[in-house]
């Protein structure tokens, strides 16, 4: 099924699951008119399976993933899907809803369900039982659409199963299969079936290659069975990343379609070029707004500047998609007029800008799920997003830009995102670091290798300066500056609350570290300005935050912040463990004793190193003041199962330091 893919950040991706459990929520209270109705011989047959023993906590268990696809000489691809699920627990529920998506290009042929309840007896239900609704929210038009069936007796112990049809037309003849899930498949199976002459190649990613087995003429099956379920766990890589599947393509022999098969990344870049290449065309009215805003600037770094910061925050973000619109830009002419469009319509327009003042620029198609593009399996299905490769000119942008790229073929690329608002120009989202988008050009392309930024662009700098009372009230005041990500992570968690919850936001967070405390006083510090720091500056009391231990005190040093986290303690881990980005936080803490007061014993310094990351603490009494200093770095963002025991024994290390305390007793 062809979807409307850019800048959907990875709502594809999540959409199977989380939209089922969402619509059972929705749809639990509404039943639909089941019918006592025969079910197919076909989810009777899985029905009498026996299953065998899944672990206790295990919801469902997906007897049968089926993908039947015939394609004809026109190039109409037909689909039968079957899918069957056998409910094991209440939390199950939820496969009961069958979710199905389309849109002009894709037609619905039918759709049916059944289920077979543990206590006897079967019901039916069609797709006038469905309901229908829009799949995206954040477009002003788009012809994605999906239905909602939900399935009569989900209870635990029943058999339910679905089938359904699409009728399509693709723009490309690719199809995907999606077998793993996150229950365990019993049975999975994909059967093609081309046109006579046709060929197909296969690209097996994150599992195995399985070789398939004749079923005819000019037909071929893949089947695997017992797929593990890919489980949720936090930190982990993202699902579109590690998931199995299967990539077909399929051509007409020699009479094959270059662009339609795709068979490599060249290809691929040439189709989104004949696509999309003449949108950028400029206008007089778009030649007057270039010059209105780099006129007076002296150098093109500064006109690049400019330019750029208009079409990311002048040019508002809305979608129209229907049909091709789904890939194809709209003419940087009715984005320049209308002020407002998507990802590819305002890399297209800041593209016609940019050649108002000579500089050269490209299409850069990506996925905002890092890892979701992978080399062996050349296809736009790999893309949800796209974002601009400038052409930087000579001598600008020599200070340093972590989003800047010595390119083969293209030379100095700085790659740049303006639909992402709070990220500046010369910076990548983290979601585009450490992965790989595809170049665009009139004569092909290539895949680009994006960096991952240095620990030092995404950077907290939390300085304290505290009073300890001799009752044990800690007074503070704190002062935080964030820079690169974590500057936008943070302007973006304060800019989603209103004016009047911004301090209640800080409270819930403080209230993390701390016991019994008050906020006295807050301010933001550059909120708006997305080129610049981020600042908090805030102060509070926290009663009882010195313990009395007999005639001592027990002091943490470590006030606020937690960099330990618990990703390999709760289980035995399946996924790799994946870091946000690479990032620096330092803490410095003064804490001024209370009168009649002495140190007795101060934490020992801690180093902890594992290559990926790296945890300094140390704490030194000057005087009457404590003086708290400690750095975490992350270099890496991809920790393997191979390192979990380093890893475990690292975030233990950080653990206990942020558990420990200074002890205090009274001068003789």
Same mark, same amino acid.
């Given at each position: &099924? ?233 930190? &982990? ?222 950077? /907290? ?107 390999? $303690?709760?289980? $035995? ?28 014993? /101060? ?41 979990? $025991?380093? /890893? ?21």
């Amino acid at each position: &099924m062809k979807t409307n893919w850019f800048c959907r950040s990875q709502k594809w991706a999540k959409l199977g699951n989380r939209l089922a459990a969402i619509a059972f929520a929705i749809f639990a209270a509404w039943a639909p008119l089941a019918v006592h109705a025969g079910a197919p011989e076909w989810l009777r047959a899985l029905a009498r399976e026996p299953l065998g023993a899944y672990p206790s906590e295990t919801e469902a268990v997906q007897l049968l993933d089926e993908q039947i696809t015939t394609v004809r000489e026109n190039g109409e691809i037909r689909t039968l899907y079957r899918r069957a699920y056998k409910i094991l627990r209440p939390q199950g529920r939820h496969w009961g809803t069958a979710v199905v998506h389309f849109d002009s290009d894709s037609r619905l042929t039918f759709l049916k369900a059944w289920s077979i309840p543990a206590q006897g007896g079967e019901y039916e239900v069609k797709e006038k039982d469905a309901v229908e609704t829009s799949l995206v929210s954040d477009s002003l038009y788009s012809d994605n659409r999906q239905k909602i069936l939900t399935i009569p007796a989900a209870d635990p112990g029943s058999v339910v199963g679905y089938e359904f049809e699409q009728r399509r037309r693709p723009e490309v003849l690719q199809d995907s299969w999606w077998f793993q899930d996150s229950i365990p498949v019993r049975h999975a199976r994909y059967l093609l079936e081309l046109p006579k002459g046709w060929e197909h190649s296969a690209y097996w990613l994150n599992h195995e290659v399985r070789e398939p087995r004749p079923a005819g003429e000019n037909r071929w099956m893949w089947e695997v069975a017992d797929v593990p379920a890919l489980e949720s766990e936090p930190s &982990m890589p993202s699902r579109s990343a590690i998931q199995a599947r299967l990539g077909i393509k399929f051509f007409a022999g020699e009479r094959r379609n270059a662009q339609a098969t795709q068979r490599s990344w060249e290809e691929v870049a040439l189709w989104y070029w004949q696509l999309a290449g003449a949108r950028r065309q400029s206008t007089p009215a778009i030649r007057q707004q270039v010059a209105s805003l780099t006129a007076s600037l002296p150098g093109s770094e500064e006109k690049v500047r400019a330019l750029a910061a208009y079409v990311q925050r002048q040019i508002r973000y809305v979608a129209i998609e229907i049909g091709i619109g789904g890939y194809q830009p709209h003419a940087a002419s009715d984005v320049f007029t209308n002020k407002y469009g998507d990802c590819k319509d305002k890399v297209t327009l800041l593209s016609a800008m940019l050649g108002e003042i000579g500089v050269d620029s490209h299409y850069i198609l990506v996925h905002t799920s890092r890892g979701a593009v992978q080399p062996v399996f050349p296809s736009m299905l790999s893309f949800n997003h796209v974002i601009l490769g400038i052409r930087v000119p000579a001598g600008a942008f020599t200070d340093f830009a972590s989003a800047l790229v010595e390119t083969k073929s293209f030379g100095r690329l700085l790659f740049f995102d303006p639909t992402d608002d709070m990220t500046p120009l010369g910076e990548l989202p983290p979601g585009l670091q450490a992965s790989q988008g595809l170049i665009v050009s009139e004569d092909g392309g290539a895949l680009a290798e994006f960096p991952l930024a240095p620990s030092n662009t995404n950077r /907290l700098l939390r300085t304290g300066k505290m009073t300890l009372g001799p009752d044990g009230t800690l007074t503070a005041r704190i002062q935080e500056l964030y820079f690169g990500y974590l500057a936008a992570n943070r302007r973006t968690a304060m800019l989603a609350v209103p004016l009047s919850e911004r301090a209640r936001q800080l409270e819930r967070r403080l209230g993390f570290h701390l016991g019994d405390f008050v906020l006295t006083n807050a301010k933001v510090v550059d909120l708006d300005k997305i080129d610049s720091s981020f600042g908090l500056i805030y102060e509070f009391k926290a009663a009882n935050y010195a313990k009395r231990a007999g005639n001592l005190f027990l002091l943490r040093p470590r006030v606020l912040g937690q960099k330990s986290d618990d990703v390999l $303690e709760l289980k $035995e881990r399946k996924n790799p463990v994946e870091f946000t980005a690479a990032s620096l936080e330092t803490d410095i803490f003064e804490i001024t004793l209370p009168p009649g007061y002495v140190v007795d014993e /101060l934490p020992p310094p801690v180093e902890a190193e594992i290559g990926a990351a790296s945890y300094k603490s140390r704490i030194e009494l000057d005087g009457n003041v404590l003086r708290y200093r400690r750095d975490y770095e992350i270099r890496e963002v991809h920790v393997g199962r191979e390192r979990f $025991e380093d /890893l475990k024994k690292f975030f233990r290390q950080i653990a206990s330091d942020e558990r420990s305390n200074a002890v205090l007793k009274r001068a003789q």
